[in-house]
């Protein structure tokens, strides 16, 4: 699988525009949105005009201190977001040029009659020939022909994929090059809409919306926010009982240090290198809710085919039955795949050729093709009155009730049990109602599957493997893959039923599908991950894109949502615990000429009241860029269970969040009075 190379934080690339877009940032508009941060600024601001003002008793040097500071903590905070951001706006910058404006072979009437139009000038419906070396210029899907694409410009991998007519591996994005052969393309999006467009506008964050987990963060941070200016509130009158007073400026500064201006600045970096983080990996996320929802996942449902198996399953032998012969039997296959456009149906027609010689290239003019559908599981061919059925050994038995009891069915379904057993999918084949056998089509299961789902399932996560497969075949791959659960025979309406079943139980579903089909279920579940090569209606249903087409991957989705709730809950913890020993390493040594009861409760020995103070305000600055690395990068995760990853957070973030103030504020106290700042 193709994974963007990691890109390090600390670049002038992106550090240089992201210093002028933290102060761009600095709009009260803009600020607004970050309430915690917006006080700050507030604060900030009532202390430049009282440093002009010049109506206390405190220094001039000392009150610019504390202004200066305060500002750095407001920029500090913009300048994480500003630089999670950047990354993605430098890939929006890729994408954009790889958008220019392409010339489209816009097909005139049934032929190869084209003219040349510019691809702005596409409407839905319209059809395009896009021959070797063309950049194709629309989104939509192969109608005819097969070629060898070069997808770099989205992917990242320079391999060529194969995109052809039929099956899943349909749908073609604007801006990737043809390599070899032709095709016939149906744009399917009006201009403005296509992926590209999509996706440059999510990189760039201009439709990221805050996550529940995250609004739900603002609040408690609001609410913290006004308890502490409560608290900060009460202070003067304590002070004029003592008989004593502290400066508006002590006190503004104070409220800054104990609110959490720390997770605060961090919240919306987190959520932003989240999303940029699935970005680097190929995977792209409408919205950065389903993000956080594949860290939450308790089911995950995977196709069988592509997913656990290698997929493009192939013909391997023909197993006549009851009077039928070999040839009798592969003549009838080839016929009623001819027209089937699937990995599995060309492999029947080359089988076909290679074992027995058919020549037929083609389907007679008047013949009628019967299309698979996910309901009746049967394709097939009318020919001259004759009708050849191919498909499902169920369905095709339940199309053909005359059958059911004939020495001819149960030998089809002795052939078709041994198949299934060795972990091979049969297809029955008949005519007119007379079963001639079975095609056997080998599975094989993809190498350290089995290794993956125990990892899931480390995680607490359940896999549920879903194939149209019959049981004995969906038993036999499941078992050899290592899968919780699967459910076989599955149509459309069977993968919504479970999805929801699941949710009705209080559990997450995340699921991953290519096909129109799929496209009910992707909409359904809590993390929808379509292919990139899938259709157009399985794109738009799922809230994932995985741009390699890379089923698999879905077990790499969730480490990295699980590992952006964990960045975002340890930072938090850290941030929370960090305020709490901040108030209990400060105000001691503030209050001590008033109370000089405190002395006891000064651990640290911190010089003055003025260099407690403006030591926690350094610090309570210093901290939010030495911990944006972490921010941007996220805490690394491992699959353990719930209890002790909780324990490792209270030990390594909570304890570390209590021991860093004492720490650093004191080494700030010491050289601000070696300095003679305070």
């Not at 680097?280 to 592509?306: C, M, P, Q, W, Y």
């Not at 290679?354 to 007679?364: H, I, M």
């Amino acid at each position: 699988m193709a994974r963007s190379a990691q890109k390090s934080v600390f670049t002038a690339d992106l550090i240089v525009p992201a210093i002028g877009d933290a102060f761009r940032k600095l709009n009260p508009v803009e600020l607004i949105r970050n309430p915690v941060m917006f006080t700050t600024a507030v604060v900030a601001t009532l202390l430049t005009v009282l440093l002009a003002i010049g109506t206390d008793t405190l220094g001039f040097a000392f009150k610019l201190q504390l202004v200066v500071w305060l500002w750095l903590t407001v920029l500090f905070g913009t300048f994480a977001e500003a630089l999670a951001e950047g990354r993605g706006k430098a890939q929006a910058a890729s994408l954009r040029a790889t958008k220019a404006e392409l010339v489209a072979k816009k097909l005139k009437g049934k032929g190869d009659n084209y003219e040349n139009v510019a691809a702005s000038t596409l409407r839905i419906g319209d059809v395009v020939l896009v021959e070797t070396g063309d950049l194709i210029p629309s989104d939509g899907e192969v109608i005819e022909g097969v070629a060898s694409v070069n997808e770099a410009a989205i992917t990242g991998e320079s391999a060529p994929v194969i995109r052809e007519a039929g099956g899943d591996r349909s749908a073609v994005t604007a801006g990737t090059r043809v390599l070899s052969d032709q095709i016939k393309v149906r744009v399917t999006v009006d201009p403005g809409q296509g992926f590209l467009d999509r996706m440059i506008a999510l990189v760039e964050g201009a439709e990221r919306q805050k996550t529940p987990n995250e609004i739900a963060l603002t609040i408690l941070l609001v609410g913290l926010t006004i308890i502490f200016l409560i608290a900060v509130g009460t202070i003067p009158s304590f002070a004029h009982y003592a008989g004593g007073d502290v400066p508006v400026a002590i006190l503004a500064a104070l409220l800054i240090t104990l609110i959490p201006t720390t997770i605060a600045a961090l919240l919306s970096a987190i959520g932003i290198a989240g999303m940029d983080r699935l970005v680097r990996f190929n995977v792209l996320a409408k919205s950065g809710r389903a993000v956080e929802a594949a860290g939450d996942i308790d089911t995950l449902l995977l196709d069988k085919t592509g997913t656990i198996t290698i997929g493009d399953r192939q013909a391997s032998e023909f197993k006549p039955v009851h009077g039928t012969t070999p040839a009798e039997l592969a003549m009838a296959a080839l016929l009623a795949s001819l027209a089937d456009e699937t990995p599995e149906g060309r492999s029947i027609v080359q089988l076909a050729r290679e074992k027995f010689g058919v020549t037929q290239s083609s389907l007679p003019h008047d013949a009628e093709v019967i299309p698979f559908t996910a309901q009746t599981r049967i394709s097939g061919v009318r020919i001259n009155g004759s009708l050849i059925q191919k498909g499902a050994v169920d369905s095709v038995l339940r199309a053909n009730p005359g059958s059911g009891e004939t020495p001819a069915a149960a030998e089809l379904r002795r052939v078709t049990d041994e198949i299934a057993r060795s972990g091979g999918t049969p297809l029955a084949v008949a005519q007119d109602g007379r079963l001639l056998g079975a095609i056997f089509l080998k599975d094989v299961v993809k190498a350290g599957i089995r290794e993956r789902f125990g990892e899931l399932r480390r995680m607490g996560i359940r896999t549920v493997m879903i194939t149209g497969d019959n049981p004995l075949t969906a038993a036999a791959i499941a078992a050899e893959a290592g899968v919780d659960d699967f459910l076989a025979q599955a149509t459309p309406e069977d993968k919504l039923d479970l999805i929801r079943k699941e949710q009705q139980g209080g559990r997450l579903v995340a699921m991953c599908g290519d096909g129109t089909n799929d496209a009910p279920a992707l909409a359904q579940a809590d993390v929808g991950v379509a292919m990139n090569t899938g259709t157009q209606a399985a794109r738009e249903a799922g809230n994932m894109v995985d741009l390699d087409s890379d089923p698999t991957k879905l077990i790499e989705v969730v480490g990295l949502g699980k590992q952006l709730l964990m960045t975002r809950g340890a930072l938090t913890t850290f941030s929370v615990a960090n305020d709490v020993a901040k108030y209990f390493a400060i105000i001691p040594a503030m209050f001590i000429a008033l109370y000089p009861g405190l002395t006891v409760l000064n651990v640290m020995g911190l010089g003055t009241p003025q260099s407690a103070i403006l030591s926690a305000i350094i610090f309570n600055a210093l901290i939010i860029p030495l911990l944006v690395p972490l921010a941007l990068r996220g805490v690394t995760y491992r699959p353990i269970g719930a209890g002790p990853l909780l324990a490792r957070n209270l030990a390594i973030y909570g304890l570390g969040g209590i021991i860093a103030p004492f720490v650093g504020i004191k080494l700030i106290d010491v050289a601000v009075n070696g300095l003679g700042l305070a």
